[in-house]
Each structure stands twice: as structure tokens, then as C-alpha cells.
């Protein structure tokens, strides 16, 4: 599939990689490349073939954040307009962080403002040693609002108070250790070294994948009560009588390999 702002392809394996593709302004997105974004997610999470996704960029810069003749028009337009553009870009936010299938997150160079919410949608990230990241909003008297869930879900709030007033840039290793990232990787090798995150993901079964990433999705933040101990219940249940859960427990006892991962 071939799109105008972004690229996509879905190898033999069903890894699918999503790519920005506009480098000549930094991969900076407008309301265009949020609808093509939607677009291409909801594509790929409907997709059978389709275990595990990888976002990355063209170019020097995974993402500059907003375009800036896209704010500029954005502030020529009325508050329902703004609100309506604002929810296509929550819109978006949501459909990732809740993208059924592993996402994985490849950045090099920057990643400022709304980029920095991307790669905190994904459930890996990983950044090259000479990537930096930059909560950049209230520079240009605007806030990071729509990203906010999702960044100090990764950062923390107390991080978040420091990083969301100041709009400092920091490095890649100061992002691994806020928890933006999970690894930080020599320049080129971004690639190479999703791989083997991409090895294991694909050793497992995809219906308890997805499942568990919904586990975490409905238990994260929420106190230990009568319900979520249901919930936990129910979906152990649910997956050990479900025909991966039955495939995959038989498979273990017979010590073979489980259908998912026959030739």
C-alpha cells in the first residue's frame, strides 16, 4: 500500500512498517498526515496478517511535531474547528496506543512536540544515541494537551512538570532513563536492533499478544478491587479455553512447537 504522507509494507512475516515520509519538512504532520494515519492504523489493525507494527521516519528527523503552516492556519480558524482538528489528532493518539497488534517505535534524529507523543504510544521505543525529544508546545504559547495522557503515563508527572514548562531538549539517554524509551542504539543500527524485540514478539502467540496488551490497557492505574480481580480472572479463563491458549498449553506438554510457529 502506498500512501501520499506515509509509506507501509507488510513483510512474510506479518510485520507491518509504518513510515513518516516527509522529510523535506522534517516528517512535520498537518491535519493531511493525521487523516492518513488514522487511515493506515485502522487498515492494518483489521488486518489477520498483520503481528506486529514498526513506525519510523524518513530522513534526518523521526518528526518535527506540528507543521507550522498548518498552526498558522489553525489560528485563523473559530474554537469548533480547533476542537474538531484537536479530536482528529486524539483520534489518532488513541487508535495507536490501543493498536491491537505490538508497535514499536524507531526514531533518529528529533522528535519534538506531538512526535514525542507517537513514540509514547508505542508499546517499545527505540532511539538512536544522537536522537532528542522536546515537549516544545508552550514555546510558541501553546500546551502539549492532546499527547499528555499517553507522555506522563511514560514520564511520570513529576517529569512531566519539569519537561512540559521548561521545553527543554534532552538527549536519548536521558529519555531511556525518564522511561520514553526502552533502548538507546549506535547510529544505523535501528533496524538490526528492532529485530530482535521483532524475534520474540513473533515466537508468541498472537491471540495472547493482543491480549495481554489489552490486560494492560484495562488494569494499568486502577486500584486492586473486587472488579479488576474479576477482570483477571475472566481473561485468564477466557485464554486458556480459547485455540491458541489450548494449542499452545498442549504444544508445551507434547514438547512440540505450537501451530503459530509451523513452517
Not at 85 to 96: F, G, Q, T, V
Request: glycine share 6%.
Amino acid at each position: 500500500m502506498s500512501q501520499h504522507y506515509t509509506e507501509i509494507s507488510i513483510d512474510s512475516r506479518g510485520v507491518a512498517n509504518l513510515i513518516l515520509n516527509r522529510p523535506e519538512v522534517h516528517n512535520a504532520f498537518d491535519d493531511q498526515m493525521i487523516a492518513e494515519l488514522i487511515r493506515v492504523l485502522d487498515q492494518l489493525a483489521a488486518d489477520d496478517k498483520v503481528k506486529v507494527l514498526t513506525l519510523s521516519a524518513r530522513g534526518k528527523n523521526f518528526s518535527a511535531g506540528a507543521d507550522l503552516n498548518w498552526m498558522r492556519s489553525m489560528a485563523q480558524k473559530n474554537y469548533q474547528q480547533n476542537l474538531d482538528d484537536a479530536n482528529e489528532l486524539a483520534a489518532l493518539m488513541h487508535k495507536l496506543d490501543k493498536f491491537p497488534k505490538p508497535t514499536i517505535a524507531l526514531v533518529q534524529g528529533a522528535a519534538f512536540g506531538g512526535a514525542v507523543g507517537l513514540v509514547a504510544c508505542c508499546d517499545m521505543a527505540l532511539a538512536e544515541q544522537g536522537a532528542s525529544f522536546c515537549l516544545s508546545e508552550v514555546k510558541i504559547g501553546l500546551i502539549p494537551a492532546v499527547i499528555s495522557p499517553y507522555v506522563m503515563r511514560a514520564l511520570g508527572e513529576r517529569q512531566c512538570r519539569r519537561y512540559f514548562l521548561t521545553a527543554e531538549r534532552f538527549s536519548a539517554d536521558s529519555a531511556l532513563t525518564l522511561g520514553l524509551l526502552h533502548q538507546v542504539v549506535a547510529a544505523g543500527e535501528l533496524a538490526s536492533q528492532a529485530e530482535s524485540l521483532i524475534a520474540s514478539l513473533l515466537q508468541n502467540s498472537p491471540a495472547a499478544v493482543s491480549a495481554a496488551k489489552a490486560l494492560l490497557h484495562n488494569i494499568y492505574n486502577r486500584k486492586i478491587s473486587n472488579n479488576v480481580i474479576a477482570h483477571t480472572t475472566q481473561a485468564i479463563a477466557e485464554i486458556r479455553v480459547s485455540a491458541e491458549g489450548q494449542e499452545g498449553l498442549t504444544a508445551f506438554l507434547e514438547k512440540r512447537k505450537p501451530a503459530w510457529l509451523a513452517d
